[in-house]
């Protein structure tokens, strides 16, 4: 695999997926390169990337970001919605 040094995320969609996750710990994909979205897979091994930790003390319904610009990362803040053409391609 080549080394991806991109300083942006790949958009992996412009909305985010709501799952149900039960508790746990879980490491959400921050650099869209992740073939198991929106969970990190060591994708990013080689950027500057790393994956954002979150742990559930009980089941709970999130919508998880997709597009990698969400500042409350990893749940959808709607950051999609303001993503340029020129970001988004």
Known sequence: MSENNSIEPK????????????????FWCS??????????????KGTSFTPVSFELSESTKMPLCLCKYTANAPKCDGAHLKLTDAVAN
């Open 11 to 26: 958009i992996v969609d412009k909305k985010p997926v709501v799952m149900t996750l039960e508790a746990g710990k879980y």
């Open 31 to 44: 650099c869209g390169l992740s073939a198991n979205q929106p969970f990190c897979n060591g994708a990013h």
